[in-house]
Structure formats: structure tokens, C-alpha cells
């Protein structure tokens, strides 16, 4: 028999609240009440009364079913209010309800899809409130069906929770139940006792708030209110997705729930810092600033922030090699730091040189040109490091670094840098790029009075060209390390793809007629967009919308993002689930400044690494997300070598020894 009719649940199918769960609304409720002198007890006090007279009504009414007005008529006497105090109060919680509704896009395109292929609609709804209230909700929201009709359990007297609303529905809309297709989310009333009366069930649990929503809703180190509303827009952002592949999926969810709301906290703390600091101009550095411009763009257009964001093309290349005015041990430190891959060709790409112009130099070290482009050993790093020590070197790429800096300080002076104070945003690590830069600027006669001003995400530590200069950080600072974020940040490779950018890196500047350009490594970071880059800097910008849109600024203090950071980052960088472990650990990144070879983020372990990990204490791969790469191996594997292993023979080589010189100060610490 085909579908003739289809019934849909209303509050958490068709409609959600900006809030977690619906008693929290109760607790906003209370604090107006406050405020408009309704009441005395605080809001905590208030919402268990509130509850409590639900309760008290269903045990007084002989159906179990009431309505708002006999729940208020149980608060009356409780608080000494009169008649036209519990209506007025009444009346403010239909009104709060109705602006705390949203519309669940999902169910919006189904009502439409069947609405087109003229099937019939209905809606069941087992509230308090009446038929007229919720029909005005639907329709507020535009998920109401002209000519449908809609059941309230508080006006029928009876409740989907017994099945004796599905009962009174067919039988009043002379449909047989193997015609009604219900569509709800509670397990038991939409569920288990819709098929208990032979209806058939689309069941949707994408409402219910998923692990990282509620981890923030239930923590109690947070006030009610914010948390309640950031899981709420956290589950708002994550329903808007469009993405209909299964890795697209996890993607927009866990961005929305787990990465967003991280990203969004750094990006309001550095507009606040800003204007703290009156400063009026933001750089954000590429590409780890590309997402970030982009939060800052909504936040600045919704909260009124009347601060210059701008995009700044920047990396270690363009702003390193300029700033060279003489070669010491601080700038081999840097053209010889160790990565997984180091050539000769990318050691002098560092320095915008070609291998060419030395090539005597590296002939008589033993470099002959076949070799320049294989990866050195640890011996032939240090041989090469002496090749470039020779005075015919250092001097080619002083000289070299005095035109690139040209360039450099004409593309500075285009972005307005040395016109006020200014900040540059960046994910951070050390600040050695803002070392740099600073440098530059000095020599251009650009750098400011009160020195350079850096806004970073994380700093294992500062390297500072100036000492006026001022790098603030966000969530960890290894000088003054809170809690365990420490073992949070050693994985800056999955940081990493959190600020990814959809472009290259960038290689120099160079003039053109009036105009200075930054020259790109490469035009489109195909490999990342393929992977989904978009669907993650959409569901962010999705999220910052949702939330600036929805709340005040008054209601969100940035402070409280770093805790909700601390929460959300423990629970994805320690515990991802299988499903996100596959699809971020599939992301592929470079080590290298040059992006020569690309591994996965999170690669899977496999008999040879098990057996070089337990055998020898060897990691098997550096500078990936472990528990990522635990959770994609094969359960053998897993069982082999079990996380206290993994943990044991950790190579810490990310965060240079720091992880292990912070775990000696805690013991030191609890020694003490």
C-alpha cells in the first residue's frame, strides 16, 4: 500500500530551540522574571519550580495531560502571585519560546518536497502549550502546511507517549496505520509506540545534541546560560549542513560542534584585545589567517566592531629571507631547521637562492647537482650548514635578501602598515615570523613607537626581535602553561589543518607598475579542497553567522571560549571517534617549507610499525596526530600496542623536548 499520509513531530523534529535542552529556556525565563520583579528566588530556584509544577499538574489532571495555563495555576500560590501576574508571566514564556524557536532546514525541504507531490500532512505534538500557540509557531517558522492539521496532546487529552494519539489521529483522519508514515525523534513516544500501532516511522536523531554539544551543555565550570546557548548554536550550525557525502558530513558536523566554536573564541579574544588595546587595524597572516578573516568579517558586521581586518599574504619565506641584514647562528637556526625532508634545492629556496649560483661551493662539500634535490641525512645537513657558512654564501644571500626586502617593505607600505597601531594574527608556535617582520619594518622606518603587537592562538615560546614587542596568546603559553593544554597543542599538525587555506604559500613580493603582488607557491590548495576545505571555513563561517546573528554580544564574554576550548580540544585531539580519525587523519600536509612531500595526517599503523614501536621504542611516523592514527589501525594492531605504549615512546620532537620539560616541572611540582 503506498504512503497516503505523512505526520511529523514538532519540537525537536520540525523545530529546535537556540537552547540545549528545553528546561534551560525555563532558567532564561527566570532571570527576566528578575528582573521585571516577578520574582524573588533566583533563576536556578525558579526553573526546578517550574519543572516541579508541570509535574504536580500531570499528577493532578486524570489524563496525565495539562496545559500552561494549569501549570501556572500550580506557580500562583507558590510565589503569591495574583491572576493577572501568572497571566502576564504565562504569556512571557509563550513569547520566549517563540523567539527561541528555529527551523530544522532538513524537515523544512521534506514538508516541501511532499507538500509538491500533493501528499496529505499532519502534525502531532505531545505539549502543554495549545494547538493555536504551536500552530503559530510552525507557521512563524515556515514549516506549516496550509489545509494540514495538527494534534495537541494537551487539548485532546492524549499523548503519542501511550500511543493513544496515534490512535485518535487515524481514526479522525480515516487513514489505516500501515498509510501513516510518522517522522519523529523521540526513541519511545515516536518510535516504539508509533510501531506499536502499525504505523511505519522515519525516525531522525540529527536533532539530539551529539557528544561535543553536550560535553559543553552539561559542564557545570560554565555558566547555564553560555553553555547552554553555544551547544545550542553549535547543533543550529551543524543542522544547516547541505553536504551529502559521508566525509563532507563529518567535516561540516564536527566543525560545527568541535572546531568552530574554537576558531570563532581565538578570533573574538583578538578583536577584544584589539580594542582593549585601541588598536584599529588587524593583519591575519596567511594562510593560517584565511579562515580566521573570515570570522572576523562576520563578527565585525553583526557585533559592530569598528575595526580594519585585513588579509595579509605572509610566511616564513617572505618575511625570513627579507629580514636577513647579516647570517648568525638565530638565522641558520632557521634556514637549517630540521624537517622530515631537507635538500640542498630547498635549503636555498629558504633563502631565495638557486643552487646554480653556489654551485661551486656545493661541488667542492661533495654536492654534486644530481643530489641537490634527494633528502639529507643528519650528517649531510650539518656538511651543508659549513658549505653555507663560507663568505662567498653568506654574502650572495645578504645581497639577495636587500632586493627581496625592497619589494617587501613596498607591499607593507600598500597595506597601510606604519598608519597606527596594528596587530597581525597567526596561529603562533614561536613568533618568529613576527620577529622578522619586525626587522623589516625597523629598517623601512615602519615598525611603531610602542612596538609590534602579536595576537597567536598558541606559543611554545617567543622569539622576539625588539623587546617592545608584544606577543599575547590565546589558549597556551608555554612560559606560563594552564592545565594539560600542553599535551593539546603537541599536535600542531592537526592545528595545522584547522587553519589550512584554499592557496599556496607565499614565496616573495614583486612589484608590478604601481602595484605589489605576493607571488604564491602555487594558485589553489587543490589537495585540501578536494579533501573538504571548504565544507570546514563554510560550517566556521556558518557557525559565526548563527551565533552573532542569534545572541548579543553581552550574552557570549570572549573569556568563556577558552574554557569551552579546553573542553572540546581535550575531547577531538584525545578521543576522536573512528569515523573522524578516518576522514581528518586522511588529510594530507607537508613538513617541509618547500611542501615536498606530503603525508597523511593521521596515517594507520601497520605490522612493521607495531613491531619497530614495541621493539625498539621507535615511532613509526613524526609529526602526525597519534590518536587519530591509533583508532584508524587495524584492532590487532591497536591490541599490540596499546596506547600506554604509544604514549611511552612518544618522540616529542613537535614541541622540541617541551612536553617532556613540562611533564619534569609537574612531578617537580607535586614533589615539592
Known amino acids: 500500500m503506498v504512503t497516503k499520509v505523512y505526520s511529523f513531530d514538532v519540537f525537536e523534529t520540525c ?20 528582573q521585571q520583579k516577578l520574582i524573588e528566588v533566583s533563576a536556578d530556584s525558579w526553573q526546578q519550580m517550574r519543572i516541579k509544577a508541570e509535574s504536580a ?115 479522525n483522519e480515516s487513514v489505516k496505520a500501515s498509510e501513516l508514515t510518522h517522522i519523529g525523534d523521540n526513541l519511545h513516544s515516536d518510535v516504539k509506540m508509533a510501531k506499536k500501532q502499525g504505523v511505519k516511522v522515519e525516525p531522525i536523531t540529527q536533532t539530539h545534541l551529539n557528544r561535543y554539544e553536550k560535553l559543553i551543555a552539561e559542564d557545570s565550570k560554565l555558566p547555564l546560560r553560555f553553555r547552554s546557548l553555544l551547544a545550542g548554536m553549535s547543533r543550529l550550525t551543524r543542522l544547516q549542513s547541505q553536504e551529502t557525502s559521508f566525509d563532507k558530513k563529518v567535516i561540516w558536523n564536527t566543525t560545527a560542534s568541535a572546531i568552530a566554536p574554537v576558531l570563532f573564541g581565538y578570533v573574538y579574544w583578538c578583536l577584544e584585545e584589539a580594542k582593549k588595546r585601541g588598536i584599529k587595524r588587524l593583519y591575519f597572516v596567511a594562510r593560517d589567517g584565511q579562515v580566521l578573516h573570515k570570522i572576523a568579517q562576520e563578527i565585525c558586521q553583526n557585533w559592530k566592531y569598528e575595526i580594519d581586518c585585513r588579509y595579509l599574504y605572509g610566511s616564513r619565506q617572505a618575511w625570513h ?79 639577495t635578501a636587500t632586493s627581496y626586502r ?121 589537495v585540501a579542497i578536494d579533501w573538504g576545505l571548504y565544507v570546514l571555513q563554510n560550517a566556521t563561517v556558518e557557525f559565526s553567522k548563527q551565533l552573532t546573528t542569534n545572541l548579543s554580544q553581552q550574552e557570549c564574554p570572549a573569556e568563556l571560549f577558552i574554557e569551552a576550548t579546553n573542553v572540546l580540544m581535550e575531547e577531538f585531539v584525545q578521543k576522536p571517534s573512528f569515523d573522524e580519525a578516518k576522514v581528518f587523519g586522511s588529510f594530507l600536509m607537508a613538513e617541509d617549507q618547500g611542501e615536498n612531500i606530503l603525508y597523511e595526517l593521521s596515517p594507520a599503523y601497520n605490522l612493521i610499525d607495531c613491531f619497530q614501536l614495541i621493539s625498539r621504542g621507535k615511532h613509526p611516523h613524526q609529526n602526525v596526530w597519534f590518536p587519530a592514527s591509533f583508532k584508524r589501525s587495524y ?28 611533564i619534569f616541572r609537574k612531578r617537580l611540582s607535586k614533589a615539592t
Open 57 to 171: 499538574a500531570r499528577d493532578a489532571s486524570k489524563t496525565g495531560e495539562v496545559s500552561v495555563q494549569q501549570i501556572y495555576q500550580q506557580l500562583a500560590p507558590l510565589l503569591g502571585w495574583s491572576t493577572t501576574q501568572a497571566q502576564q508571566a504565562m504569556h512571557k514564556e509563550i513569547e520566549l519560546e517563540l523567539a527561541s524557536l528555529r527551523p530544522v532546514p532538513a524537515i523544512q525541504q521534506k514538508i516541501q518536497e511532499l507538500q509538491q507531490v500533493n501528499n496529505r500532512l499532519i502534525y502531532m505534538s505531545d505539549m502543554y502549550l495549545s494547538e493555536k500557540i504551536i500552530r503559530t509557531f510552525l507557521k512563524e517558522n515556515n514549516v506549516w502546511t496550509p489545509g494540514s492539521t495538527l494534534y495537541v496532546s494537551s487539548e485532546i487529552e492524549k499523548s503519542k507517549s501511550n500511543g493513544k494519539l496515534f490512535q485518535h489521529c487515524l481514526k
Open 321 to 399: 629571507a627579507p629580514s636577513l641584514m647579516e647570517v648568525g647562528e638565530a638565522e641558520y637556526f632557521w634556514i637549517f631547521n630540521e624537517t622530515t625532508f631537507l635538500s640542498v634545492h630547498s635549503v636555498c629556496e629558504r633563502v631565495n637562492i638557486a643552487p646554480e649560483q653556489i654551485e661551486d661551493i656545493l661541488e667542492k662539500f661533495g654536492f654534486v647537482k644530481s643530489q641537490w634535490n634527494h633528502n639529507l641525512s643528519s650528517d649531510e645537513r650539518k656538511h651543508l650548514k659549513q658549505a653555507f657558512q663560507e663568505p662567498q654564501v653568506v654574502e650572495l644571500i645578504v645581497a
Open 635 to 662: 584492532p590487532i594492531f591497536r591490541i599490540l600496542m596499546n596506547e600506554r605504549i604509544v604514549n611511552m615512546t612518544h618522540p616529542f620532537r613537535m614541541i622540541g623536548g617541551y612536553l617532556k620539560r613540562s
Open 406 to 526: 625592497e619589494a617587501a617593505i613596498g607591499y607593507f607600505r600598500q597595506e597601510k602598515m606604519g598608519n597606527g597601531l596594528f596587530a597581525i594574527v597567526d596561529i603562533g608556535w614561536t613568533g618568529r615570523s613576527l620577529a622578522s617582520l619586525s626587522k623589516v619594518l625597523k629598517s623601512a622606518g615602519l615598525y611603531p613607537e610602542s612596538g609590534m603587537h602579536g595576537f597567536y592562538f598558541a606559543l611554545e615560546k617567543r622569539v622576539k626581535a625588539f623587546p617592545n614587542d608584544k606577543l599575547l596568546t590565546y589558549f597556551y603559553d608555554g612560559d606560563n602553561p594552564v592545565g594539560d593544554r600542553d599535551l593539546i597543542c603537541q599536535y600542531r599538525c592537526l592545528f595545522e589543518l584547522f587553519f589550512a587555506a584554499d592557496h599556496g604559500g607565499t614565496v616573495k613580493y614583486e612589484q608590478c607598475d604601481n602595484q605589489y603582488n605576493p607571488v604564491l607557491r602555487y594558485q589553489k590548495n587543490q
Open 15 to 34: 523545530l529546535v530551540r537556540v537552547w540545549a535542552k528545553p528546561t534551560d529556556l525555563f532558567w532564561e525565563l527566570g532571570e527576566q522574571f528578575r
